[in-house]
Nanobody, 123 residues
Framework: QVQLVESGGGLVQAGGSLRLSCAAS????????MGWFRQAPGKERECVAS????????YYADSVKGRFTISRDNAKNTVYLQMSTLKPEDTAVYYC????????????????WGQGTQVTVSS
């Protein structure tokens, strides 16, 4: 089992920045690729970014490319999502997730999920 706890969400004005953190415990963190997903009311959960086990490769959704950066610190068992130039359409609950796959953008391929953290971007 891997336990994931997100933090860092909140209310921010459009154009602002937030950094989300996801602390992992349980099994060896570096054995898992990690992803950040978001889900807005009435919408499907989507992958915004993912990163391989040692951070050598990343994936970003087109909607966040150039604005969001995913990173991880395996010594701290933590994955981060730096979000900049936030837009109202970024408003959602953000989840981190862990997968045994090399990397994935498909929610069904993730094995463990955090409880989510709310990000609200006001216009």
């Amino acid at each position: 089992q891997v336990q994931l706890v997100e933090s860092g969400g909140g209310l921010v004005q459009a154009g602002g920045s937030l950094r989300l953190s996801c602390a992992a415990s349980g099994r060896t963190f570096s054995n898992y690729a990690m992803g950040w997903f978001r889900q807005a009311p009435g919408k499907e959960r989507e992958c915004v970014a993912s990163i391989t086990r040692v951070g050598t490769s990343t994936y970003y959704a087109d909607s966040v490319k150039g604005r969001f950066t995913i990173s991880r610190d395996n010594a701290k068992n933590t994955v981060y999502l730096q979000m900049s130039t936030l837009k109202p359409e970024d408003t959602a609950v953000y989840y981190c997730a862990a997968t045994r796959r090399i990397i994935s953008r498909t929610a069904g391929e993730y094995d463990y999920w955090g409880q989510g953290t709310q990000v609200t971007v006001s216009s």
